[in-house]
């Protein structure tokens, strides 16, 4: 690995660290939980978010908001925030009537660990939770606060994540075109980190054309990263992965791997990369840390 990826894995994985003692503490935390929450819902909250994952979308944020040079704690709050939503995400697709799957980030599904109910409500309650957060973000000035609750319900919603899982599970009765995989995929994976880096922008009060550019460089690696996934699927085993391997191929559900070849993914990749480090020009060397987040994300193993 060259010294800069060395230096950028090191800064990930601190953050990593920080983000989960931050959901830890939020999931512990007698403001959010009054006396009357069920102590095993929260069991299955803390389940579902705690304890694993690569924590990007956090970094994502904490990134983009420190290119503007946005300072205290709110950053990390939406940080927080988001995580917990994309966990609520993972905690349905892993139900039977989703993705049923039984293993995630090495460890049972929270289904399988409590009931599918439970699951259900742990994943609306790390939802919910994730907007309350939004609203209350220290330091934040209300409005950049109604901006962002605004673009996560946006993105989050049926225009953007949840939309992108109906039509993906959609394409298992009808296959979808390239057009309709690539939309699908922006949808499902993309909106989400679309927002983390467009959070940076709003969190810093920049102007309307570096929030489009931030949104831009978002939608450039929400391509990449499903990409990337697509790939793993296609060529990692279920042990480096902490799930299930082979699951789109399993039920010929088409990928742009699986259509084009490994070569072409990784040149679409590499395409992808070059856009989003072009986005970031304009920056000079303090966006360094994203533009190697977005390799990153084009070269991962996990
Ligand atoms: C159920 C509303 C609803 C949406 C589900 C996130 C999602 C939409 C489905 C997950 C299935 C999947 C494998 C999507 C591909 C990309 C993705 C979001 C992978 C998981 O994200 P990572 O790699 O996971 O950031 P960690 O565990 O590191 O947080």
Known sequence: MSERAAAFEARFS???GE???RLAAILADGSHFVEGTPQTLLAAMRHGA??????LRPFLVAESASLFGAVGDGPAQIGAALELLHCYSLVHDDLPAMDDDDMRRGRPTVHRAYDEATAILAGDALLTLA??????APGVPPESRVALVAALAS????????????LDLAAEARSLDEDEIARMQAMKTGALLTFACEAGAILAGASSADRARL????QAIGLAFQLADDLLDETADAATLGK?????????KKTLPALHGVDWTRARLAALVAEAEALLSPFGERGDTLAAAARFIANRDR
């Open 244 to 252: 299930a391997a082979g699951k789109d191929r399993g039920r010929g």
């Open 19 to 21: 983000t989960e003692a």
């Open 155 to 166: 993105e989050a919603g049926a225009a953007g994540m949840v939309g992108g899982q109906a």
């Open 50 to 55: 705690l304890g694993g994952g690569k924590r």
């Open 131 to 136: 907007f309350a957060l939004v609203a209350d």
């Open 14 to 16: 601190a953050a990593a």
């Open 215 to 218: 949104r831009h460089f978002g």
